[in-house]
């Protein structure tokens, strides 16, 4: 089981972008879904996480900026990030946990212009 995640890149202040992640394998059940983020000698720190029942969690920092959603179908995990901030700058890790087992995603570099 892979988890390969997309959509980072350069914005600027204010702008968007959308980061996706996509469970591939011989998978049975993913249960929660989620990203994270970690810049260089800092901490890895949760961003969002959404439970396979839909429920989500948010960061302080990104509360009513971010969106988290799923489409189990796919298994696939969003994160619809708006309004970004240069603070946002990081790289960003999806993480789920699939057969009962966490499992993580490269990393993909998301960096925000002042």
């Known amino acids: 089981v892979q988890l390969q995640a997309s959509g980072g890149g350069l914005v600027q202040a204010g702008g968007s972008l959308r980061l996706s992640c996509r469970a591939s394998?011989?998978?049975?059940?993913?249960?929660?879904m989620g990203w994270y983020r970690q810049a260089t000698e800092k901490q890895r720190e949760l961003v969002a996480n959404?439970?396979?029942?839909?429920?989500?969690f948010y960061a302080d920092s990104v509360k009513d900026r971010f969106a988290i959603s799923r489409d189990n179908a796919k298994n696939t995990v969003y994160l619809q990030m708006n309004s970004l901030k240069p603070e946002d700058t990081d790289v960003y890790y999806c993480?789920?946990?699939?057969?009962?087992?966490?499992?993580w995603g490269q990393g993909t570099q998301v960096t925000v212009s002042s």
């Open positions: 959404i439970i396979a029942g839909g429920r989500t």
């Open positions: 394998g011989r998978i049975f059940s993913i249960n929660d």
């Open positions: 993480y789920a946990i699939v057969n009962r087992v966490g499992v």
